[in-house]
């Protein structure tokens, strides 16, 4: 069964890095398919940050592209985000989630954890 | 940018049908999935592919996807169907493909 666990700081100052890790089990990030984090602010929908494929290739939401970067680890099977200049409107739940090859849905999802931006 | 568009809410009684729709810009050449989310849970897929449903689904959820709406409908709803919806698509029309949500539609059983 796959597994994945979001981790990090629930607490960062405006103008710093937002910074998470997705922690992968039950299958290997090597083998393939695409990796991503979605966030979803409090009460609102759901908003596509970005995605990754295990050899590294990266795309992002255009709306946030300019401040963000998501990598693997294939190490520790893990994958990573980081969101710089954050500001109180990137207060939310984020999630990591996969996403199967050949398809455009995420099939699994991890159980997300929330971020305040706040001073 | 593409958008999809949701009512924000949807009632219905036990046992009745709810109707869930999507609406976005030739909706139809798109595939269209669905996922519902439960209060503190993360989303679960429901629906994907327009029609298709993952294990352990049950088939009273079933999907459907022509023109510019998509719709997902659940037959004989039960109190544990109440939650959130949301549709999504894969838009690859510009130079940035990017995956988009639908607004979200909150469904209560009555």
């Known amino acids: 069964q796959v597994q994945l666990q979001e981790s990090g700081p629930g607490l960062v100052k405006p103008s710093e890095t937002l910074s998470l890790t997705c922690a992968v089990s039950?299958?290997?990030?090597?083998?393939?398919?695409?990796w991503g984090w979605i966030r979803q602010p409090p009460g609102k929908g759901l908003e596509w940050i970005g995605s990754i494929y295990h050899s590294g290739s990266t795309y992002y939401n255009p709306s946030l592209k300019s401040r963000v970067t998501i990598s693997v680890d294939t190490s520790k099977n893990q994958f990573s985000l980081k969101l710089s200049s954050v500001t109180a409107a990137d207060t939310a739940v984020y999630y990591c989630?996969?996403?199967?090859?050949?398809?455009?849905?995420?099939?699994?999802w991890g159980q997300g954890t929330l971020v305040t931006v706040s001073s | 940018s593409y958008v999809l568009t949701q009512p924000p809410s949807v009632s219905v009684a036990p046992g009745q049908t709810a109707r869930i729709t999507c609406g976005g810009n030739?909706?139809?050449?798109?595939?269209v999935h669905w996922y519902q989310q439960k209060p503190g849970q993360a989303p679960v897929l429901v629906v994907y592919?327009?029609?298709d449903r993952p294990s352990g689904i049950p088939e009273r959820f079933s999907g459907s996807n022509s023109g510019n709406t998509a719709t997902l409908t659940i037959s004989r709803v039960e109190a544990g169907d109440e939650a959130d919806y949301y549709c999504?698509?894969?838009?690859?029309?510009?130079?940035?493909?990017?995956?988009?949500f639908g607004t979200g539609t909150k469904v209560t059983v009555l």
């Open positions: 039950g299958y290997s990030i090597s083998s393939g398919y695409y």
């Open positions: 999504q698509v894969w838009d690859s029309s510009s130079d940035h493909p990017v995956y988009v």
């Open positions: 592919d327009d029609s």
């Open positions: 989630a996969r996403v199967r090859l050949a398809t455009t849905y995420f099939d699994y």
């Open positions: 030739n909706i139809g050449s798109k595939s």
